[in-house]
């Protein structure tokens, strides 16, 4: 049995997400088919790689990940295929698909131009269907992904895939806002720890410009409420918080904006 995930940006409900899987059953019947996200806001790159990542890092060994927030499509990015360690990631190349699988280790990509692996006829504004739903059944299937064209080594990767290290501190931004209003970053635990932060430590963040010392929390809780903390939530990034409170509008924070990250001396 084959896994095969979606997320896009189209809604649950639109006939497009149909489409998609009708393609990747009369291709590899046998596949199940599992909905990440439909509701990633129209053309977000960046939320849509979010979603990804958190998710597909707890499916098993072997799944294949398409996603599509393809603002691009028809115009000039490849369509490509990821091979990791562990997954393979199926979408444009945009920076969609990096965040996640870098934390995989790429072992190769290839751009899709076999045309043995697409629809008979390809429309020039919904490669979701007619390109990375085929390109993910046939992977099902066991098509390997060197057979759908070249190799290639210059993949789109975005600022927010990796921070930035430099002698005293991280360079970031914000990748996420949860519905709490939690600003979540695109650094990791393992990140702070190369700048010899840990949990329990007070850090200074820059964060858009807003100067702050908060404690790296373990839980909410651990301040009063309506202040403010810094924590790694459940994503696995660092996220700054106020406790029972909104951060990002008390902050006036939005996904992209600049976050710095010192040892608080």
Do not use: W
Not at 57 to 67: C, L
Not at 170 to 179: F, L, M, N, P, R
Not at 204 to 209: F, S, Y
Not at 244 to 254: D, K
Request: proline share 6%.
């Amino acid at each position: 049995m084959s896994i095969i995930t979606l997320l896009t940006d189209f809604g649950l409900r639109d006939p497009y997400v149909a489409e998609m899987k009708a393609v990747i059953l009369g291709i590899s019947p046998d596949a199940t088919i599992v909905d990440i996200s439909h509701e990633v806001r129209k053309f977000d790159v960046r939320m849509g790689a979010f979603i990804l990542e958190q998710a597909a890092r707890y499916f098993p060994d072997g799944t294949v990940h398409v996603a599509v927030v393809d603002p691009g499509v028809g115009m000039e990015r490849r369509p490509i295929v990821v091979e990791t360690n562990r997954k393979l990631y199926v979408g444009p190349d945009n920076g969609l698909l990096m965040l996640s699988a870098l934390k995989d280790d790429v072992r190769c990509i290839h751009k899709i131009t076999n045309p043995s692996y697409m629809l008979e006829k390809v429309s020039r504004t919904f490669h979701g269907r007619d390109i990375f739903s085929c390109a993910a059944a046939h992977l099902a299937n066991g098509v390997p992904p060197a057979d759908f064209g070249p190799k290639i080594d210059n993949p789109v990767v975005p600022q927010f895939a990796q921070p930035r290290f430099f002698a005293d501190e991280i360079i970031g931004e914000v990748i996420h806002i949860d519905g709490f209003g939690n600003v979540i970053t695109n650094i990791s635990l393992n990140d702070l720890g190369k700048m010899g932060i840990k949990e329990g430590g007070e850090i200074t963040i820059n964060l858009n410009g807003k100067m702050m010392k908060l404690r790296l929390c373990l839980a909410y809780g651990e301040v009063s409420t309506g202040d403010p903390l810094s924590i790694i939530g459940s994503s696995g990034f660092l996220e700054v918080a106020v406790n029972q409170g909104n951060a990002a509008q008390e902050l006036n924070v939005e996904t992209g904006d600049p976050v710095r990250v010192k040892v608080s001396r």
